[in-house]
Nanobody
Framework: QVQLVESGGGSVQPGESLRLSCVASGNFFSSLTMGWYREALGAQREYVAG???????DVAVDLKDRFTISRDNAKNAVYLQMNSLKLEDTAVYYC?????????WGQGTQVTVSS
């Protein structure tokens, strides 16, 4: 069993930055493909970014110029750096880990962008 715990969310103004962290329990982190998703109020959960076990990263097309994903296997952690935040980035951000047929989700962290 893997537990994922996100942190780093908060309330910011447009144009500011946040760095989300997700830390995994257990000894399997390096074998997990990791990703970030977000869910705005009243909307479906959507993909934000992912990083493979080999460190290959991917970011949703419309977020590529502002968001960056990275992982640190030594710390069992994956990060989402979010720059130039916009009002529409307001959502609950979830961390996801995938290993074989198993999906693991964190509880989410709220990001609110408001002026």
């Amino acid at each position: 069993q893997v537990q994922l715990v996100e942190s780093g969310g908060g309330s910011v103004q447009p144009g500011e930055s946040l760095r989300l962290s997700c830390v995994a329990s257990g000894n399997f982190f390096s074998s997990l493909t990791m990703g970030w998703y977000r869910e705005a109020l009243g909307a479906q959960r959507e993909y934000v970014a992912g990083v493979t076990t080999g460190g290959i990263t991917d970011v949703a097309v419309d977020l590529k110029d502002r968001f960056t994903i990275s992982r640190d296997n030594a710390k069992n952690a994956v990060y989402l750096q979010m720059n130039s935040l916009k009002l529409e980035d307001t959502a609950v951000y979830y961390c996801k880990g995938v290993r074989g047929n198993w999906d693991y989700w964190g509880q989410g962290t709220q990001v609110t962008v408001s002026s």
